[in-house]
């Protein structure tokens, strides 16, 4: 039986992607906080299932891809979907800015950690809401933004780091024969998980007024994650394939940032080992 992973699952367009792939006979895991979210999601039938993780610490992630791998040996779609907007900027237990821990260390946490499942499926497929090339540049000298923190702004900046991951990762597994799809869905009608201020409250009840149904969105992505699919890299923007330009400072842009985030994990491990040892 065919299995999908979809972390944030429980709610939004995650949802709308898990139960289309239930119809189409998978076994759908989604990976969300909320337990009645995901119980609810559960009673749908015995290819429901529901895991339990806070994914924006980096144990919970590397936890998670050991329970998948152990159990699941052939994964055919991985969506990366959880988010959380914060309208101040919190870090997380880990120490890291959240939208940077929850909506890109996370997923690329998970991608690279789950290459060895998605490598052993017929069409295996990663889809990741990045930016689609639709957000502005990166803040390199200030990864985590740590200066003029804006909670809209700092979900667009994650999104542009999620797409330097997507070209990263083509790079790094060309040969796997995993496709990796990048896609901004434009407005739609969600939970909006997360904290909001009164004036971005207000206005995000007036994207839920011009935004489209999550059944829109889901049906728009749908045919860039069916196969056959040769490339190894697509950006999709509300239904429609986008170029990722200028091609060779993505390519230098998603290296540096590859070799960053390498880094910064390994000083948070040597951190860690370092409290543990007292
Ligand atoms: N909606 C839009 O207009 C829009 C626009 C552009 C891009 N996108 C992108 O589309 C994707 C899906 O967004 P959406 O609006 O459909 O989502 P949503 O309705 O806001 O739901 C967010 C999901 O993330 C999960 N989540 C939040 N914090 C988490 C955590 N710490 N650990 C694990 N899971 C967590 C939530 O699960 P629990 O509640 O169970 O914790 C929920 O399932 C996101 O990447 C978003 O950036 C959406």
Redesign the pocket.
Known sequence: MATAVV?????????GLAEEYLRRGFEVL?????GR??AAFERAGERARFIG????GVAENRHLVEWISQRYPVLDVLV?????HRQTRLLTADGFESNFA??YL?RFLLSHGLVGPLSRAEHPVVLN?GGAGQTGPVRWNDLQLERDYHGVGA?GHA?RLNDLLGVDFVGAYADNGIRYVL????????????EYDPVTAAQVDQ?RVI?KP?AS?VAQILPFLDPPGREGLTAVLEGRRVPLEPKARYLDDARRLHDLTVDLLARFDHRTARFRRG
């Not at 972390?7 to 995650?14: F, L, M, P």
């Not at 990366?80 to 959380?84: D, E, I, T, V, W």
């Not at 896609?183 to 997360?194: D, I, K, L, Q, Y």
């Open positions: 972390t944030g699952g429980t709610d939004g367009i995650g949802r989604v990976v969300g906080r909320d979210k995901g993780a806070d994914l924006s990366l979907g959880a988010r959380y929850l909506f996370s809401f979900m999104g896609n901004h869905p434009g407005v739609v009608v969600t939970s909006f998980a997360g994207l935004g999550v969105a």
